[in-house]
């Protein structure tokens, strides 16, 4: 019978504020390292990352913490603040402040992007990383998102380019033709675990429209130029990347990343969309598994 891994759960200060983070684990085994999980978003905070909890039962402590503006963490209102450097900051303080020195990292879509930009500062201590459901530009991202989109019923593409011109993209209809396109290419579960209702409800959307735009197709925001793929191979941590079939990070885009990230691994999920650690969870937590026993095995 399995133990239910031990919690502990605080605030840490960062430029006046507090942002709140969440242990599962006690210590971790000989030959074993702490994995740190970087949610998406932006703006989207740890909540539908609940089943990589699992991955403590391997012997090692599972850190998730809420960036700052969303979930459980302070939320100011200040669209300005809200920038790539802001978060990198907020993870190396993150890192600090728990003790981190020698980690793994898993980073999901913004999460994983994040991580990349951590990784191009030569950061010490970062053992391998997890790249799940990422873009390396966000050029290709809406590149692949209108390929997706076009394949969506003509109606719903009539009631996203009419909002969008108008500036209504707040408007409810806009919002239904937006779930049309989610459920196809964000989760493909039916209904949507409650962890992901949860992540929705506490979602920060000052920072996520400030940094992306009113929707996943529809960037707009600070984010709309980023575009590191010419700097991949600059980064020389182990790398997995992985997507779904049908994610909004196509495989085209995650095979971006695959090939510029000299001797990284990449897996596809053939039944997932964005989150096939919601939607193939069994066969998701293997694989992240056995890869960081395999880079540990090296260390």
Not at 101 to 122: C, F, K, N, P, Y
Request: proline share 7%; charged share 25%; aromatic share 10%.
């Amino acid at each position: 019978m399995h133990r239910t891994p031990p919690v502990e759960e605080g605030f840490i200060p960062f430029r006046g504020f507090k942002i709140w983070y969440r242990v599962v684990g006690e210590r971790e085994e000989p030959g074993k390292l702490p994995l740190l999980c970087l949610h998406g978003g932006p703006g989207a905070p740890h909540d539908y990352l609940e089943p990589l909890e699992a991955l403590a039962a391997d012997g090692r402590r599972v850190f998730f913490y809420d960036q700052l503006g969303c979930g459980n963490s302070d939320r100011p209102s200040a669209p300005s603040m809200w920038t790539v450097e802001l978060f990198l900051e907020e993870l190396g303080v993150v890192r600090k402040a728990l003790g981190l020195d020698r980690v793994h990292i898993l980073g999901q879509s913004w999460g994983g992007m994040l991580a990349m930009e951590h990784a191009l500062t030569r950061p010490s201590g970062l053992a391998s990383m997890i790249l799940a459901d990422s873009p390396a530009s966000m050029l290709q991202w809406v590149s692949e998102a209108n390929l997706l989109r076009a394949a969506l019923p003509p109606e719903t593409q009539r009631t996203l380019l009419q909002h969008e011109a108008a500036g209504t993209t707040d408007a409810p209809e806009y919002q239904e033709a937006m779930n049309v396109f989610y459920k196809r290419h964000l989760c493909r579960l039916d209904p949507w675990p409650e962890c992901l209702h949860k992540a929705f409800e506490k979602t920060g959307f000052e920072v996520y429209t400030s940094m992306n735009g009113p929707s996943e197709f529809h960037v707009t925001g600070k984010l709309k130029e980023w575009d590191i793929v010419e700097r991949l191979p600059e980064i020389d941590a182990p790398a997995l990347v992985i997507g779904g079939r049908y994610d909004e990070a196509t495989p085209a885009i995650t095979e971006t990343v695959h090939r510029g990230i000299r001797g990284s691994e990449w897996v596809i999920f053939e039944e997932s969309a964005h989150m096939p650690h919601l939607e193939e969870t069994e066969r998701y937590l293997r694989v992240v598994g056995d890869f960081l026993n395999r880079n540990e095995a090296r260390l």
